[in-house]
């Protein structure tokens, strides 16, 4: 008989997409498994339908406050929802998921830890005593990397609970390159361009990945969306750089020819806001070379200094410039690291991998 897990989330596909959704519908996605998702909608009622196989149930959101989505539907009608379940797998942080554990039915619970809150400080002084009730009331923690267990507070206070089990990808759910549009972007862009994937928020770095583009002789694409488009174009202007390249909101299919076509996947987030890195994880499954900072989260575990890639001083333009300039001078460097990213995605990052870990945890739960 299968285990029954309920997902616990702000938001779910196709309404956002983002790392925590990616990992749920991964984890969705197991034969082992019969998953729901309760997440919030901004529609006006509640709905329920089936995205891909999986049972969603979307409860309406009755306001929103520092990014954090509310729903008194969803609190009544919580311990209903969840009686369904084996287990509760809540997705950290929400705070208004922990809210919702108050009202839970009796089921054994795990959380998967996405980051520490970085931005709302003021207001995690006020939250902080339910979420140290609600951490010390689950039953298991997972850590998407061993770096994060020892660098994050909350994590480091509760080690007999915490497994590490690093996100993983499916390279099947991903389109296939297609041949004829890498030559035309390699046409565009050259053969040794550099690429950024994601939204354009405050904590990925790239203003500083802007500063190590002045006179750089190579290419950079930025592909994304976010709240610093705007500065960020504004950026590139005053500085003439017209070596970047901004090609706003892409589908799948094109971001895999992308990352088919580019020299090296970079990502120059600064803060720890960027808990893993997905994106790094993507650049390795089509063995690219990666570019990141250290941060003393995930993306210090993906990429492997001077092994997968470089990892580079925090806030340090001219070490980013230095790092891309040696890979676009040295094509045997960039091959080399590239091989051994992929080698690593298929030994720690595969999809197969982190349902399997993640089964193993259900199942000694219950």
């Excluded at 890979?327 to 399997?356: C, H, N, P, V, W």
Aim: net charge positive; hydrophobic share 40%; proline share 4%.
């Amino acid at each position: 008989m299968s285990i029954k897990v309920l997902h616990v989330y702000k938001t779910f596909f196709p309404e956002t997409v983002g790392g925590g959704e990616q990992v749920i519908f991964q984890l969705c996605k197991n034969a082992e498994i019969e998953s729901r998702v309760l997440c919030l909608t901004k529609n006006s009622k509640k709905t329920v339908e089936n995205y891909e196989g999986i049972k969603v149930i979307r409860y309406p959101q009755t306001l929103s406050y520092a990014s954090c989505p509310i729903s008194i539907q969803a609190i009544i009608n919580f311990k209903k929802e969840s009686n369904w379940a084996d287990i509760i797998h809540y997705h950290y942080p929400w705070p208004f998921g922990d809210l919702l554990s108050l009202f839970a039915a009796k089921r054994k619970s795990v959380v998967t830890y996405h980051s520490d809150i970085v931005k709302q400080k003021i207001l995690r002084c006020l939250y902080y005593p339910l979420e140290q009730w609600f951490l010390s009331k689950v039953d298991k923690i997972i850590a998407t990397s061993p770096n994060y267990t020892i660098t994050s507070a909350n994590l480091i206070n509760r080690k007999s609970k915490v497994t590490v089990i690093p996100i993983g990808i499916d390279k099947s759910n991903y389109p296939k390159p297609n041949l004829n549009s890498c030559k035309q972007i390699k046409k565009k862009f050259g053969d040794k361009f550099f690429l950024f994937i994601g939204q354009l928020r405050y904590y990925k770095g790239l203003h500083i990945l802007l500063d190590s583009m002045v006179r750089a002789d190579y290419q950079l694409v930025i592909a994304g969306m976010g709240a610093q488009y705007n500065n960020l174009k504004k950026q590139a202007q005053e500085k003439k750089l017209d070596n970047v390249h901004f090609l706003g909101q892409i589908e799948d299919k094109e971001k895999v020819n992308l990352l088919n076509s580019c020299l090296c996947l970079v990502l120059p987030s600064h803060l720890r806001s960027e808990a893993f890195g997905i994106t790094l994880v993507e650049g390795a499954m089509f063995g690219k070379p990666l570019i990141s900072c250290a941060i003393g989260t995930g993306t210090d575990y993906i990429n492997q200094h001077e092994k997968t890639g470089f990892v580079v001083p925090n806030n340090d333009p001219i070490a980013l410039k230095k790092a891309m300039s040696l890979l676009a001078q040295d094509s045997k460097l960039a091959k080399k690291m590239g091989r051994a990213a992929l080698e690593r995605y298929e030994k720690l990052f595969t999809a197969k991998i982190m349902k399997e870990k993640t089964v193993s945890l259900y199942k000694s739960l219950l």
